[in-house]
């Protein structure tokens, strides 16, 4: 069956639209996030073969036929087309089963390229499915055959890899059977997808940020936080910190690019309105797969009233740990299992990290009963501990910045702040401080610290490369936190305010022994670099379409180091092959395909290089993705990173 594409609908427009430019016609439609349980056709359907869809639908099997087209939505009260894959937002839910070989057909029915991604999928680079690396992408009325054999068990998910279709709507969940017995006890499964969904098409949204980065940001200081301040620190140390600031040309409350001010943040499709329903009974243990297909949204997760058990991270089990809340980053999944006591219901509650909107559900013994929804929580606000600072006797709560005994904090005096560095702005008199944009042209790329079995993340020294000094780059932490400890902002001081026990990445520990104990032969320390007001990601200061490919060497063990200069937390995710995360404990190292760098820290992995072939490495957050990226080529010849 074919769809007839119509040049003039294009993802994200209103519903109908009588004319539409070329570049709405080529880039239009390159995006992503819609609904399932909508009545109605997708729009280039037959009458006759109009799927009447009230659940999620779920496909299981060996041999796959996906079609992706454009689909008809209402999430906000206005008609709005998005990118469905077979006429649903989520896509379907894909049910495999470790070790068999899996055949999927994709269709592309849009007026321009489209591409399926297997998020963490172990599997040969030709089905990987980034146009211009692993293939070249489905054509309009073309297709591709995916085929490959599953080498892993757990919760994983699928997005276009084209333009901006990840935004309009091209996701969906893949959920795989182990081959032998499950190592986790449950009655009840349930995937819970978490996305966000603008009416706004991609490419005006990316346009505005180009134009302002904090256009979508309403949470900006206010006249009352001023005269607040003014109250609670005096009003030299509120001069001394607004100066601060302004001087950097930065804000405090640059916590999300993109805001509930166009989002409407969803559960398996359901707007917070409607809300997604899951049903148990008494004494059911549930599995929740948690899956963030946002666009650019991170998303903190709690269901008061019931403790949640996290038994696999990106898909890998690990050893069960008891929480309240956790975090999770674009692109990354959680398994956790919850056990309800009575016949209550309970809320499952997703609130954006800015705090500026949410996502909700229902886990209910009864479809009749209904749960509370919880306030969200203030909105976070940034530290100098978000910068990269080493701060002596600094307080870094996440609400207070006036903690910093026997610091000055004066406009012409502010030589206690060490090892601060933020170029591009006149602040010379800053000891310890590097704002030089001038001076860096006989800097040279470092070499690598000589490697010790304490690892080359927890105690090397940072270093900054000459391409990361200009006016593509507003900040460069010298002194970055650890970010393996660290829940992330808006969330530390959790367990002391509300007593809720909150997810960090050194709890994790693989439910099984590590499988490549070598030493890695090498390191590579990679800076996350941005300026936000011109909206220009990169790493080491050098966007993606001027940046050399990182060169593996295939079977070797490498160590990488993330650094995140910026102010922004950013979610890397390295196609093709495991992210090791160093938690301390080599013999169980727990494996992630995306990596949350916290602002102002660093990270560090190690990655085994077993898969041939050009793999993607990305910031995972869409907006940011066309700059902060790079191609990790692994070949028998290898080379120098």
């Avoid at 489905?138 to 935004?167: L, M, R």
């Avoid at 309009?168 to 349930?190: C, F, K, L, W």
């Avoid at 917070?272 to 650019?296: D, H, V, Y």
């Avoid at 990361?468 to 900040?475: L, S, T």
């Amino acid at each position: 069956m074919k769809y007839k594409i119509n040049p003039t609908i294009a993802a994200g427009d209103s519903l109908p639209q009588p004319s539409v430019s070329r570049r709405q016609f080529v880039m239009g439609a390159a995006s992503a996030g819609a609904l399932i349980g909508l009545s109605g056709s997708p729009l280039s359907w037959g009458a006759a073969n109009s799927p009447k869809l009230t659940e999620r639908q779920t496909l299981s099997g060996k041999h796959f036929d996906l079609d992706i087209g454009y689909q008809p939505v209402n999430f906000t009260g206005k008609s709005r087309i998005a990118t469905a894959v077979n006429g649903s937002v989520p896509g379907p839910i894909l049910r495999w089963k470790e070790g068999d070989d899996i055949t999927l057909r994709v269709r592309n029915h849009l007026a321009h390229d489209s591409s399926i991604h297997w998020h963490g999928m172990i599997l040969p680079a030709e089905m990987d499915g980034v146009p211009g690396m692993s293939f070249a992408g489905i054509k309009p009325g073309e297709h591709f055959d995916y085929a490959f054999k599953v080498q892993q068990s757990g919760t994983y998910w699928y997005h276009s890899h084209s333009g901006f279709q990840e935004q309009t709507g091209v996701y969906g969940a893949i959920v795989i059977e182990p081959r032998d017995s499950d190592p986790v006890s449950y009655d009840r499964d349930y995937v819970v997808q978490l996305s966000d969904w603008s009416d706004e098409v991609p490419e005006d949204i990316y346009a505005k940020l180009k134009k302002r980065g904090d256009y979508y940001n309403f949470n900006e200081r206010t006249a009352g936080d001023l005269w607040r301040d003014i109250k609670e620190k005096g009003l030299s140390n509120t001069w001394s910190e607004r100066s601060m600031w302004n001087q950097m040309r930065m804000s405090e409350r640059d916590i999300a690019d993109v805001t509930a001010y166009t989002y409407t943040y969803l559960m398996n499709g359901a707007t917070p309105e409607q809300g997604w329903t899951g049903l148990f009974k008494r004494g059911e243990k549930i599995r929740l797969r948690f899956i963030n297909s946002a666009a650019m949204t991170m998303f903190d997760v709690r269901i008061p009233g019931l403790k949640m058990t996290v038994v696999a991270a990106d898909g890998q089990n690990v050893e069960p740990f008891t929480i309240d809340e956790f975090r999770i980053g674009v692109a990354e999944t959680y398994d956790v299992v919850v056990e309800p006591s009575d016949d209550s219901a309970y809320c499952v509650f997703a609130q954006s990290i800015d705090r500026s909107g949410f996502s909700r559900g229902t886990l209910s013994a009864n479809p009749a009963l209904s749960a509370a929804i919880p306030n969200m929580d203030p909105a976070p606000v940034l530290t100098h501990r978000d910068m990269g600072m080493a701060m002596a006797g600094m307080n870094h709560g996440d609400q207070n910045m006036g903690g910093m005994a026997g610091m000055d904090h004066s406009q012409h005096n502010m030589g206690s702040m060490k090892e601060m560095d933020h170029s591009g702005h006149d602040m010379r008199n800053m000891k310890g401080m590097d704002h030089s944009q001038h001076d860096m042209a006989a800097m040279s790329m470092p070499m690598p610290a000589p490697l010790g079995k304490a690892g080359f993340g927890s105690n090397s020294e940072i270093a900054h490369v000459k391409t990361e000094f200009g006016p593509q780059v507003d900040a460069r932490a010298n002194s970055p936190q650890n970010g393996l400890d660290d829940p992330g902002i808006g969330l530390r001081d959790h367990q002391q305010l509300y007593g809720r026990k909150v997810l960090r990445y050194s709890q994790l520990r693989n439910l099984y022994p590590t499988q490549d104990r070598r030493e890695p032969s090498r390191e590579i320390q990679l800076h996350l670099t941005g300026n936000m007001h011109r909206y220009m990601w990169s790493v080491n200061g050098i966007p993606f379409a001027d940046a050399k490919p990182l060169a593996l060497s295939f079977g070797e063990r490498v160590r990488i180091t993330l650094v995140n200069d910026s102010m922004m937390t950013h979610p890397i995710h390295l196609h093709g092959v495991w992210s090791e995360l160093e938690t301390g404990d080599p013999e169980y190292i727990p494996r992630k395909h995306t990596i949350m760098v916290q602002p102002g820290s660093k990270i560090s992995y190690l990655v085994t290089a077993d898969a041939l072939g050009r793999w993607a490495y990305h910031c995972h957050l869409l907006y940011h993705m066309p700059g902060m990226m790079r191609e990790v080529r692994i070949s028998h010849k290898g080379g120098v990173a």
